[in-house]
Each structure stands twice: as C-alpha cells, then as structure tokens.
C-alpha cells in the first residue's frame, strides 16, 4: 500500500544571511535537514510548521510566507510513502535559545534519537551538505532567492 507523507519545513534566515540546519541522528542513522516534520491528521500546514518549530526549537515562528512545494516525485527514506515537501520562509518571534554548534553531527547526547542545530551560510551552502533530494532543491532554490537579491518577505 502507498500513501503520501505531506511534510512541512521552515527556512529561518537570520541577519547574517545564514540558515538554521537541523542535524538529527535516529537509530543509527544521520542526516541534515531544515527544521520541520510531517503533519498530523487533521492538521493543516502552517500549524504543523508552529508545532514542529515548538517540538523541536522550542521557538515560535511567525510565517512569511510559501516559498517552494515538492514538484516531482520522491520516496521516503523511511518507509514506502511518497513524500510531498512544503518549504516557507519564516522568522523567530523572540531570539532562539538553542547551543548552536559548528560541526556536523556535533551532538550533546547519547541515544536513539539526537539532534543539533547549527547556522550555515547561504553562500557557503552546497546542497551536498543535506541529506534530502527535497531539501536539496530547497537549497538550490534558497541560494538562487538571495543570490538574485530578492525581497525576503
């Protein structure tokens, strides 16, 4: 049986033109992606990306606005479900509060399930350094939009 797996992300660009990067590791395996998760039954987009943002910052996130929606097919990296991605460019309402690392992978804690956050450069970006094909092209995109010097909000 297929089904899709609707997922929600959020580009949070600070004034130094650098953006939030999750690292995460779950039962052995790693990867780096943006802020963001899959939404609940029930739930719609924009109140999916605030409570991911809550899980996983603790942050609360105003929504500029949409900024790209998956246009071709993917399939999860976890299970048979065709993922359709949903990216939007957002801004913390109060600073974050988070231990903000440098490296890769530099995690605090031992587990099954871990988690970093680091700020990387839109230039210095390549969409190499994330795991996923979407958030790749969310990448591309993100260094296009502010390459080109176009309006953030």
Not at 22 to 28: C, K, L, P, Q
Not at 88 to 109: G, T
């Amino acid at each position: 049986m297929s089904y899709f797996n609707v997922r929600v992300y959020g580009l949070l660009v600070n004034d130094r033109q650098e953006v939030l990067v999750s690292d995460e590791e779950e039962f052995g395996f790693r990867f780096s992606k943006f802020p963001g998760g899959g939404l609940e039954l029930g739930e719609g987009l924009i109140d999916g990306l605030k409570r991911e943002f809550m899980e996983e910052c603790n942050a609360e996130i105003d929504v500029l606005r949409h900024f790209y929606t998956t246009d071709f097919y993917e399939k999860s990296s976890f299970n048979d479900s065709q993922v359709i991605s949903v990216y939007y460019l957002v801004k913390e309402r109060a600073p974050l509060r988070l231990h903000f690392k440098e490296q890769v992978f530099d995690f605090d804690a031992d587990g099954d399930i871990r988690q970093a956050f680091r700020w990387v450069g839109i230039a210095q970006l390549d969409p190499a350094d994330i795991t996923f094909k979407t958030d790749k092209t969310a990448v591309t995109l993100l260094k296009e939009h502010y390459t080109n010097d176009i309006s953030r909000t």
